[in-house]
């Protein structure tokens, strides 16, 4: 099938167009404002490139309007969160499925137009969700789901990832263009968090800084403390000592469940369970984004009753 990607420039996009060579498709065309672009040729010299959007637009169109063998099925989006909801637009007018990066959307009142637009034009809008193919996790929501009744699971989850000081120049750090760390990051494992433990019942915050949020959510069957940092300080010595960026935890009843591991490669993945018609859609991405939606717009509590051990 023929694929088309906006955002080729930029940091993961190469995992998009590995995924597109690793399923035995091809990449027919990409756009992005900046030229440095030549990670095409790995897989694909013979892509056309746009650095004006419009004009990769007209491209798909007339492609569109070709014989058959032309037509671009698929438009991966790799742009900055808050022009996903136009690109998305973009892919389904000119009649091809969109595989969109998280956050689908910052703001979830953005699915609905999104839906309607599925339904108009006959064609899907898939998230990017990748670690809920992680395998240690899918073995976790299966046996969740064989257990009948239990109490509710103590969990603990601890996501710290350095970023240097260009993260707070860069749109990532724009509060209204990537939703802050919570949409931009934190999304991952909310999105877990609901798919594994079901329904957030109620939600604290304790602490909203642009490079660190925690909280304690009261989940169906959960609840959760949770701590998420960009700052290189949160790391905990002993990852520092040994060169490491990250420290990805979640402890489950006091146990510790393999959370950090094998993580590069599940882009491929992502698009293995699209193109076997098993993707995470609008109706799967729409509760992680509520949720943390909702967290952004909470007001910090000054008790650290429940709260997580990084801040209490
Ligand atoms: P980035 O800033 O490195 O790349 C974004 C690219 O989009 C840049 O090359 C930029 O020039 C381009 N761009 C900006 N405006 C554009 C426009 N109007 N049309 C076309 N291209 C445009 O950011 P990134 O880290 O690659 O993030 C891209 C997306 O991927 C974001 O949605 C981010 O949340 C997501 N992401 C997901 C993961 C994951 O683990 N799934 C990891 C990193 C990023
Ligand atoms: N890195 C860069 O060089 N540039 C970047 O833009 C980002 C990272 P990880 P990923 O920060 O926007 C996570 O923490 O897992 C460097 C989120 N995904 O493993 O790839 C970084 O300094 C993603 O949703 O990053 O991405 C490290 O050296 C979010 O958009 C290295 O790359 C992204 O951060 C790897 O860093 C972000 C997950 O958490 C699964």
Redesign the pocket.
């Known amino acids: 099938m023929n694929f088309g990607l906006?955002?080729a420039?930029?940091?993961?996009?190469p995992k998009h167009i590995k995924a597109i060579h690793e399923t035995g498709n091809s990449l027919v065309a990409a756009?992005?404002?900046?030229d440095c672009v030549g990670r095409l040729d790995s897989f694909f010299p013979e892509a056309r490139f746009f650095t004006e959007?419009e004009r990769f637009d007209r491209y798909l169109e007339k492609r569109r309007r070709g014989p058959e063998e032309e037509q671009v099925q698929y438009v991966s989006v790799?742009?900055?969160?808050y022009?996903?909801d136009a690109h998305v637009r973009l892919a389904l007018r000119v009649k091809a499925h969109a595989i969109c990066?998280?956050p689908l959307v910052i703001s979830p009142w953005n699915l609905d137009a999104l839906e309607e637009l599925e339904a108009e034009h006959g064609r899907k809008v898939f998230s990017?969700l990748?670690l809920r193919l992680l395998p240690s996790l899918l073995k976790l929501r299966e046996d969740l789901q064989a257990q009948v009744a239990r109490e509710r699971a103590d969990i603990c989850l601890t996501y710290i990832t350095r970023r240097g000081c260009w993260y707070d120049s860069?749109?990532k750090g724009a509060f209204e263009k990537s939703g802050g760390v919570a949409l931009?990051i934190g999304i991952h494992f909310f999105d877990l968090l609901h798919w594994l433990f079901g329904e957030a019942e109620s939600s604290k915050v304790h602490l909203n800084a642009p490079r660190k949020m925690a909280g304690v959510l009261e989940m169906n069957r959960a609840r959760v403390r949770w701590f998420l940092s960009t700052d290189a300080d949160d790391l905990p010595e002993d990852v520092v000592k040994q060169g490491g960026y990250a420290h990805r935890s979640m402890t489950f009843d006091g146990q510790e469940i393999e959370f950090s591991g094998g993580f590069t490669d599940l882009h491929t993945r992502v698009y293995e369970e699209i193109l076997a018609g098993r993707g995470t859609g609008i109706t799967e991405a729409r509760p992680s984004i509520d949720l943390a939606h909702s967290i952004n717009n909470s007001e910090v509590e000054h008790s650290l009753r429940d709260a997580h051990p990084f801040v209490s």
Do not use: F
């Open positions: 906006i955002g420039a930029g940091y993961i996009a756009a992005d404002p900046h959007i790799c742009s900055p969160n022009l996903h990066e998280k990017v990748q860069s749109w931009n």
